[in-house]
T-cell receptor, first 111, second 114 residues
Framework: GENVEQHPSTLSVQEGDSAVIKCTYSDSASNYFPWYKQELGKRPQLIIDIRSNVGEKKDQRIAVTLNKTAKHFSLHITETQPEDSAVYFC??????????FGTGTSLTVIP | DSGVTQTPKHLITATGQRVTLRCSPR?????VYWYQQSLDQGLQFLIQYYNGEERAKGNILERFSAQQFPDLHSELNLSSLELGDSALYFC?????????????FGNGTRLTVT
């Protein structure tokens, strides 16, 4: 089955700096890659997603890039703010299958 | 608000007991997923239903079972509870049974087994 690895497990950045979280997947059939943000004790919330026919997608300060050849995708957060502090999960899925989640990255933005 | 409703929000019970967690998906969503999240852990996939039928199974214990009813709500039954079953249980729904539409999570049920 699919295996998703996520790095780093923890990340601390100064407010205003950029943060990058990377995920790799194993199954080339995976074609949909969402990112979720989970604040402490709350539900995971979709923040951005990308499909395999697109290499990059941007939404204000958040962007996701996908390299199908290398089987990795990354989340980029620019101009980080304290409210960006949370756990971020990447996931990979393929048509007709369930979602495979990474192990999460705990991001701390230091004011 | 995601539109996915989970009840109850909190549940405290003793070892050996049985509980039922309930989930109502977003309007129009046919697929329901259950995930378990232990303290400081990731999201462990338990089971998925699509339009009333089991679609995929993850690492769900034999003591756990689930079903999706004709009105598309789902229930997760946990029996012979152990201390290690204490966790946050999330339900998520999506439009399709295929894995290329986003999951929308409910607020979860926090289960504490004492």
């Amino acid at each position: 089955g699919e295996n998703v690895e996520q790095h780093p497990s923890t990340l601390s950045v100064q407010e205003g700096d950029s943060a990058v979280i990377k995920c790799t997947y194993s199954d080339s059939a995976s074609n949909y890659f969402p990112w979720y943000k989970q604040e402490l004790g709350k539900r995971p919330q979709l923040i951005i997603d990308i499909r395999s026919n697109v290499g990059e997608k941007k939404d204000q300060r958040i962007a996701v890039t996908l390299n199908k050849t290398a089987k990795h995708f990354s989340l980029h957060i620019t101009e980080t703010q304290p409210e960006d502090s949370a756990v971020y999960f990447c996931a990979a899925s393929m048509t007709g299958n369930q979602f495979y989640f990474g192990t999460g990255t705990s991001l701390t933005v230091i004011p | 608000d995601s539109g996915v409703t989970q009840t109850p929000k909190h549940l405290i019970t003793a070892t050996g007991q049985r509980v039922t967690l309930r989930c109502s998906p977003r309007s129009g969503d046919l697929s329901v997923y259950w995930y378990q999240q232990s303290l400081d852990q990731g999201l462990q996939f338990l089971i998925q239903y699509y339009n009333g039928e089991e679609r995929a199974k993850g690492n769900i214990l034999e003591r756990f079972s689930a079903q999706q009813f004709p009105d598309l709500h789902s229930e997760l039954n946990l029996s012979s509870l152990e201390l290690g079953d204490s966790a946050l249980y999330f339900c998520a729904s999506s439009v399709a049974g295929v894995g290329n539409s986003p999951l929308h999570f409910g607020n979860g049920t926090r289960l504490t087994v004492t």
